[in-house]
């Protein structure tokens, strides 16, 4: 979809559902690859149930409560009604909080009670749930700062300028969000010197992939692969994966 598209776990799941189905049906292999847990378990569990909590009138409303009152007290409103989302929701993160918020005064159900129940959900696919992480975690550190400095050689600021002087972050709040861009607008604004959003970037990235250890560590069937026996060859680690799958009989 386009940039300023707004987009969400309620219109992928059922796009790469089907296209998962499709890929399946050519006698293929469908591999969903990637660390953002809402969006997988909105495809293997049938849909994102929590996304049909949605009212633009109490999201508005919010949102001017956040202006009004600020980013702690509009979390601590969260921790009160939904503790376990506000443990796992960062009081900066706003849209979050705010949405997390939504779903509850829409429902009467806690976000964090939704997300349980779609993970408790049977599987819509047959599948293998192969987790990859590093032991040490310095290493792991390492590994995103070198990944953060090869997206900046790649041109990640000279991307977010263009999307960022074609209004796309006014449009598209999800956009305005994503790790990557919400760093550097500082810099494109005259605020931020690059070395420090960079450093931020960083941070951020950090964080997130202890957050992504966290929801898929909350998995039943994930299967964790420590890459530092494999001598982080991929090459080993697709063979052991495919493997695993073989001896599921899915292939």
């Not at 931020?200 to 039943?220: N, S």
Request: glycine fraction near 6%.
């Amino acid at each position: 979809c386009a940039p300023d598209t707004p987009y969400s776990a309620a219109d992928y799941a059922p796009a790469a559902l089907a296209a998962a189905r499709a890929i399946a049906g050519r006698g293929n292999l469908p591999v969903f690859c990637g660390g953002t847990g809402l969006y997988l378990d909105s495809v293997l569990r049938g849909g994102a149930p929590e996304e049909t909590a949605s009212d633009a009138a109490v999201r508005e409303a919010l949102q001017a409560d956040l202006a009004a009152v600020g980013a702690h007290a509009l979390h601590e409103r969260l921790r009160a009604v939904d503790p376990a989302s506000a443990d796992a929701i960062h009081e900066n993160n706003t849209r979050r909080v705010i949405r997390a918020l939504e779903v509850y005064e829409v429902s009467g159900k806690p976000k964090s009670v939704w997300d349980r129940e779609s993970r408790a959900a049977l599987p819509a696919l047959p599948l293998v749930a192969v987790g990859l992480y590093y032991h040490d975690r310095d290493l792991l550190y390492k590994r995103i700062d070198r990944r953060v400095d090869e997206m900046l050689r790649a041109g990640l600021l000279d991307e977010t300028e263009r999307l960022w002087r074609a209004g796309v972050f006014e449009k598209n709040t999800t956009a305005a969000a994503a790790i990557g861009y919400k760093e550097l607008l500082g810099v494109l604004t005259g605020k931020e010197s690059l070395a420090d959003a960079t450093a931020r970037l960083k941070t951020a990235t950090r964080r997130y992939a202890k957050r992504q250890i966290t929801w898929f560590k909350r998995e039943r069937d994930v299967r964790w692969l420590e890459l530092e026996q494999f001598q982080n060859d991929r090459k080993k680690v697709l063979e052991h994966i495919l493997d695993e799958i073989e001896g599921e009989g899915i292939r």
